[in-house]
């Protein structure tokens, strides 16, 4: 990805003041491949760069291919930073695996409700071809970024309501509302997990805890969508919570 869009709009002076006139800030965008666990692998592209907290640029390297699997027994992709789960999202729902305006659980360190520069101008129910997709693809490598995925999403139709689980208090308040059942009567639900939620700055969480409520949550859902999120967690370490969650 080129150009000062999407998630390479992030500090994109900085970047691009440290590179030869020739060049400009790029980001890698990893292809999609069907596996399990064991091909959650690390890559050598950088996928997001920033500013940290303490004034310097990191340069994060992400998955060496996003993943579709099943994680708990349910369908899930797997891929680095959170603004593909709109692609995902819309993907799904094209091909039946959830119905349009479905309950989100959003597990995340951040509620990743900004709102993008631009709107997108499609709703799902009269806009579910392949040249949707297309622009749906575009959207979210071009516009999008880690922040504000979800507004667009619920403006589409494909979310309705957004349970955000940030916190310890959520998991509680939230863990009262799953269903394993899965009767007839069920909500369509997607849980949209970054793994974040699981970064130093959160160890305050109990980790047991955490790991109950999603797994309750995969039994009551229809898709599973998983970012790693390489800016705000070391990949090594959500890799390891990733496998630990999934036992």
Partial sequence: MTGERGNNAFAYEQRAARLADCLEPRLYVPAVMAGGLDDVQLGDEVIFEDVDEHGELKSCKGLRN???????????VIFDNHNHAFYFWWEAAQQGLVKPGATLVHVDQHKDMREPAEAFGLSFGGANSDDA???????????????NYIPPAIEAGLIGEVQFVTSEAALTKFGNLQNPSRDGNSICKILNLDLDFFAPEMDYIDFEKARAFIQAAAKDADFITIAISP???????????????SR
């Avoid at 993943?67 to 899930?76: I, N, T, Y």
């Fill in 66 to 76: 996003f993943v579709r699997m099943e994680f708990l027994g349910v369908p899930a």
């Fill in 133 to 147: 997709l297309e622009k749906v693809f575009r959207y979210t490598n071009e516009v999008l970024n880690v922040g």
């Fill in 231 to 245: 800016f705000f967690i070391d990949q090594g370490l959500a890799i390891e919570v990733l496998k630990r969650l």
